[in-house]
């Protein structure tokens, strides 16, 4: 049974910086596609970026590109949202998700292509 665990959120002034880890257990890291998502109150759960396993492709959705960078550390089984110039609408709760089925993921954006999810960090940014 894989574990993530998040961390890494609080409260941040627009403009400001974070960086969310995610540390996953009980499982073979290195192998998995791995994707961050949000959740803001009364919304959807919306992907926000994805890496694949060999760390040679990232994928970003369009209002976080130039702003957020996704990475992982496989030898520290850890993977990260690097978070800058936030904006007020980047408050979220922020889950980090595990593709670990065999095949690969056919689209980083479908939070069904994921097995495992953590349970959430929460990023709020003030005006």
């Known amino acids: 049974q894989v574990q993530l665990v998040e961390s890494g959120g609080k409260l941040v002034q627009a403009g400001g910086s974070l960086r969310l880890s995610c540390a996953a257990s009980?499982?073979?890291?290195?192998?998995?596609?791995m994707g961050w998502f949000r959740q803001a109150p009364g919304k959807e759960r919306e992907f926000v970026a994805g890496?694949?396993?060999?760390?040679?492709?990232?994928y970003y959705t369009n209002s976080v590109k130039g702003r957020f960078t996704i990475s992982r550390d496989n030898a520290k089984n850890t993977v990260y949202l690097q978070m800058n110039s936030l904006k007020p609408e980047d408050t979220a709760v922020y889950y980090c998700?595990?593709?670990?089925?065999?095949?690969?993921?056919?689209?980083?954006?479908?939070?069904?292509?994921?097995?495992?999810w953590g349970q959430g960090t929460q990023v709020t940014v003030s005006s």
């Open positions: 009980g499982g073979t890291f290195s192998n998995y596609g």
């Open positions: 998700a595990a593709h670990a089925r065999a095949g690969y993921i056919s689209s980083y954006y479908n939070p069904n292509e994921y097995d495992y």
């Open positions: 890496i694949k396993w060999n760390i040679g492709s990232t």
